[in-house]
């Protein structure tokens, strides 16, 4: 049985990886309409991702026998500034959401509830390799700098990302 605690940061986090979705569904949108196809992808991709992490924690409270609650997803920013910008944007959210995780992972080993630490984990690795993928988009965009060329490019390789999938951009 899941604590009223636990159950109360669980839903929360579903509410944040909502609106995790949300923000790259918006990021994706807006590259689109900027005709960076690529980058767009990568970001419905993303978004998509966010909506299983939502998922996969609904499902988890739901097993448990405890009590989903979903409240009102915060909206996205309305204007996003360069390709560099947005992903530093994702990033910081990124390192943010980390800290949540890092959060209720603690709670569920205060808590003995090794179900609940078991799903953190999950989470706690996840974790790493995002801000690994987005830390490492940062990185290239930062090189690539005013290179309209080299950006392009880098549209043109994100846009590889299976649906929904998991990739890195490759190593430099
Ligand atoms: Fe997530
Ligand atoms: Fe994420």
Same mark, same amino acid.
């Given at each position: 049985?899941?604590?009223?605690?636990?159950?109360?940061?669980?839903?929360?986090?579903?509410?944040?990886?909502?609106?995790?979705?949300y923000?790259?569904?918006?990021?994706a949108?807006?590259?689109?309409?900027?005709?960076?196809?690529g980058?767009?992808?990568?970001?419905? &991709?993303?978004?998509?991702?966010?909506?299983?992490?939502?998922m996969?924690?609904?499902?988890?409270?739901?097993?448990? &026998?405890?009590?989903?609650?979903?409240g009102?997803?915060?909206?996205p920013?309305?204007?996003f500034?360069?390709?560099?910008?947005?992903?530093?944007q994702?990033?910081d959210?990124?390192?943010?959401?980390?800290?949540?995780?890092?959060?209720i992972y603690?709670?569920?080993?205060?808590e003995?509830d090794?179900?609940?630490?078991?799903?953190?984990?999950?989470?706690?690795?996840?974790?790493?390799e995002?801000?690994?993928?987005?830390?490492?988009?940062?990185?290239?965009?930062?090189?690539?700098?005013?290179d309209?060329?080299?950006?392009?490019?880098?549209?043109?390789?994100?846009?590889?990302?299976?649906?929904?999938?998991?990739?890195a951009?490759?190593?430099?």
């Amino acid at each position: 049985m899941l604590s009223e605690r636990m159950q109360r940061a669980l839903n929360e986090q579903i509410n944040r990886e909502l609106f995790s979705s949300y923000i790259y569904l918006a990021m994706a949108t807006h590259f689109e309409e900027k005709s960076l196809d690529g980058f767009a992808q990568w970001m419905y &991709g993303q978004s998509q991702e966010e909506y299983g992490h939502a998922m996969r924690i609904l499902r988890h409270v739901l097993e448990r &026998g405890g009590h989903v609650e979903l409240g009102a997803i915060e909206a996205p920013p309305a204007e996003f500034g360069s390709p560099l910008e947005i992903f530093r944007q994702a990033l910081d959210h990124e390192r943010k959401i980390t800290g949540h995780i890092h959060d209720i992972y603690r709670l569920a080993v205060e808590e003995r509830d090794y179900a609940a630490q078991s799903l953190m984990e999950w989470f706690v690795n996840e974790q790493v390799e995002e801000e690994d993928t987005v830390g490492r988009i940062v990185d290239q965009l930062d090189l690539a700098g005013d290179d309209r060329a080299a950006i392009l490019l880098l549209d043109k390789e994100l846009g590889q990302r299976p649906q929904g999938g998991e990739s890195a951009p490759s190593a430099p």
